[in-house]
């Protein structure tokens, strides 16, 4: 069965610095979002995008977010500067027409 | 705007013994309902989806929910516990004019045999 997948389960940075989370959708899927979980909070939408663009963003997905598709399989999602608060379990999910949405199996990002 | 509410943080029964995972909704609009589950570090896998076809709604490993729109709820049912049911479960709420999934806070189940 075809699955979401997410590269690296686990990234670990410095505060200040830049991470791009990738995700690779079903192939063929054309929508995509991200979400994130912080620890013991609710999982929050950040922001969809169709036909390369964006087509929804929440108030979190701040000046320091970007997603990309970068080729035909793969989707980012670039935090610019991280925060400490950036600390998260980062989801990523596509649909084949907007829903319902496949979640892949989380980044854990760690900002110290 | 739209929310979910689960009712209960964790829960607890007997393996063989029914499944009760109870989950309000608030909704301007008729509303896109979902389940999904968290085993331990995996991914949230859907479990079933209510889009306004038929209120009794079935999901993959037995189990189902029923969409009441005169209680506002969409409760999570399984009539026999099997200790792979063990995880974090999600009540989901979507509205027809958004892609935004809105999350409720998630139940434990805990299975014991």
């Known amino acids: 069965e075809p699955e979401v997948t997410q590269t690296p389960s686990h990234q670990v940075t410095q505060m200040g610095q830049e991470v791009i989370l990738r995700c690779v959708p079903i192939s063929n899927h054309l929508y995509f979002y991200w979400y994130r979980q912080i620890l013991g909070q609710k999982v929050e939408f950040l922001v969809s995008f169709y036909n390369n663009e964006i087509s929804e963003k929440s108030e979190i997905f701040d000046d320091q977010f970007s997603v990309e598709r970068p080729d035909g399989s793969n989707f980012t999602l670039k935090i610019r500067s991280t925060k400490l608060e950036d600390s998260a379990m980062y989801f990523c999910a596509s649909s084949e027409a907007r829903r319902p949405q496949y979640f892949g199996p989380g980044t854990r990002l760690t900002v110290l | 705007a739209q929310s979910v509410t689960q009712l209960d943080s964790h829960v607890s029964v007997s393996e063989g013994t029914p499944v009760l995972l109870r989950c309000n909704y608030s909704s301007s609009y008729s509303p896109s309902l979902f389940w999904y589950v968290q085993h331990p570090n995996k991914g949230l896998q859907l479990l079933l989806k209510y889009t306004s076809a038929a209120t009794l709604v079935k999901g993959i490993n037995g189990f189902e929910a029923e969409f009441k729109k005169s209680e506002t709820s969409f409760h999570l049912t399984k009539p026999s516990a099997h200790m792979s049911d063990a995880a974090e479960y999600f009540c989901?709420?979507?509205?027809?004019?958004?892609?935004?999934?809105?999350f409720g806070t998630g139940t434990r189940l805990q299975v014991f045999p």
């Open positions: 989901v709420v979507s509205g027809p004019n958004t892609d935004k999934l809105i």
